[in-house]
């Protein structure tokens, strides 16, 4: 709609006209992303980052290396007159996943439906960390500009300025921000100091805060932001208490409508085609970037990543890598620091080469961005359609040990009752203590296998359940804890699952 509303089409709406197109993109694009970042955090189960902190170590380091260097390499072959260090610089930019574009595919029924948990969970957290983790491969690139002898003096100030102010510094004020923001925000909703609806909204508000505060001292909102959303729901009460209001949703949705509007009202489509790059080189190397920036190296660390269980999902993870707002932030980010060089007073930099690099930056981002969305926006649910990637697998014996241990933590000999929401969510529903006979190691995973072997006889390859699940752990109590964590680890359960479904409702298959 921004295309056709916009000076390419119908020309009712051109921003090129109000002045200062470069400051209110920036600015726009960033607090759209603060607070899509923020989302993103809050709703992540609890810990997460703590629980999945090799998984994220991976896709933030190799395979974020890989995707800048390889997108840089595909630009550097297929556009003339550059240096590989400028297509490193250009190249940065569209290295992040954009948590704009993973959100509206990793949330919502949609989601819920057809893409695993796990998965979800990790793309939207990487999403929301790698925008901000994007400016030490930024800032590389362009002190490599600035004098291309990699000297002590640039090692230095890239360590310090980029790993220290603006990536370690970020992440402690996020940290301390949403720590103060949940302990002062359950004080006052403990005392009944704030109405319901600023409690709804103050995710939003600690957005703007956060992104406010920080770049006033020039360090890196946007890595802030998810880290002070995280720290604000560690223990999962302000995602709890707002889970039944859709105020976040509907507020995102109208945030991510009015951004890629505008964004669709400035591409530049006469930079399309022009002396210094051509349309040709534009789609072939949107197409490259698409295929080998992220998939092959997702794929090949996937048995590196524990929160991919399958080829399946690692394949759908390192497919789904889209490429939004984010990269255009970025584009504007190094516009405005290329405009800072030059206007400054440093007098042994190339001027040529950071003009040429200005110049080109913005349509092949932006292009590749177009291309992003069309491709994700069309084949992720076309891909899916009929089809879920890996929620109608049914654990086998050897795997049970995994699925028993993402079980909730509950106390030794005590019974826990799931039952599903009016969405489908699976949620605790009371705790009652129980008194059973303690039982051997075999006794018990012999009970363990009787039970499967049941089920898959009577409903087929899965399980199925619809109006609740009855789960009852049982710890065999007669040892020590010595010996009851050694249960734990060798899968002494006695897990049985009751189910019932009628036969006029559409049934969910769960393991």
């Known amino acids: 709609m921004g295309l056709i509303l916009g000076p390419a089409c119908l020309r009712l709406i051109d921003p090129t006209v109000w002045g200062y197109k470069n400051a209110i993109t920036e600015e726009l694009t960033r607090i759209v992303l603060a607070i899509q970042i923020m989302t993103a955090a809050i709703n992540l189960p609890r810990a997460y980052i703590t629980r999945q902190f090799r998984s994220m170590i991976i896709m933030l380091l190799p395979v974020m290396s890989w995707m800048w260097i390889s997108s840089a390499a595909i630009i550097y072959f297929f556009i003339p007159d550059v240096t590989f260090v400028e297509t490193l610089l250009i190249a940065s930019c569209i290295t992040p996943t954009d948590p704009i574009l993973a959100n509206s595919v990793v949330q919502g029924s949609f989601a819920e439906k057809h893409i695993p948990p796990n998965v979800r969970h990790l793309l939207s957290a990487e999403s929301g960390v790698n925008d901000g983790m994007g400016f030490p491969f930024l800032f590389f690139a362009l002190f490599l500009l600035e004098s291309p002898k990699i000297t002590a003096t640039a090692v230095f100030q890239w ?3 980029v790993w220290g102010y603006h990536i370690l510094l970020s992440i402690a004020i996020g940290i301390m921000i949403g720590w103060a923001a949940r302990k002062l925000l359950g004080l006052a909703e403990s005392r009944e100091w704030i109405d319901k609806e600023s409690f709804l909204v103050f995710a939003f508000a600690l957005a703007i805060f956060v992104v406010g505060g920080v770049s006033i001292i020039g360090s890196d909102a ?72 992220r998939l092959p190296i997702v794929v090949l660390f996937k048995g590196f990543i524990p929160a991919f269980h399958t080829f399946k999902e690692a394949a759908f993870a390192g497919y789904f890598g889209p490429i939004g707002i984010g ?41 590749v961005v177009l291309s992003s969305v069309i491709v994700h926006g069309i084949t992720v649910p076309i891909l899916n359609i009929g089809s879920r990637i890996d929620m109608e697998r049914f654990p086998s014996i050897a795997s049970i040990s995994s699925q028993v241990a993402r079980l909730p933590v509950i106390d030794f000999v005590e019974s826990l009752t799931l039952e599903r929401d009016n969405k489908g969510r699976v949620r605790k529903k009371e705790k009652m203590k129980a008194e059973f006979a303690p039982k051997s190691s075999e006794e018990l995973y012999q009970d363990v296998h009787n039970s499967v072997m049941e089920e898959e006889q009577s409903e087929g390859n899965g399980v199925y359940t619809h109006n609740h699940i009855e789960t009852d752990v049982l710890i065999d109590s007669s040892g020590d804890e010595q010996s009851n964590q050694d249960n734990v680890n060798s899968v002494d359960y006695h897990w049985l699952q009751s189910s019932e479904c009628s036969s006029n409702a559409q049934c969910v298959r769960r393991p």
């Open 159 to 161: 360590f310090s300025f």
């Open 222 to 293: 946007l890595l802030a932001c998810f880290f002070a959303g995280t720290s604000f729901s560690w223990d999962d009460w302000f995602r709890d208490e707002t889970h039944d209001a859709h105020l976040q949703d509907v507020i995102d949705l109208l945030l991510n409508l009015t951004i890629f509007m505008y964004i669709g009202m400035i591409l530049p489509w006469s930079s399309f085609n022009s002396d210094d790059i051509s349309l040709k080189s534009l789609i072939i190397i949107s197409v490259l970037i698409l295929i080998f920036r």
């Open 327 to 367: 990269a255009i932030f970025l584009a504007m980010t190094v516009e405005k620091e290329i405009g800072l060089r030059l206007g400054g007073e440093l007098t042994d930099i190339d001027e040529e080469s950071m003009l040429h690099v200005q110049k080109i930056t913005f349509p092949i981002v932006t292009f």
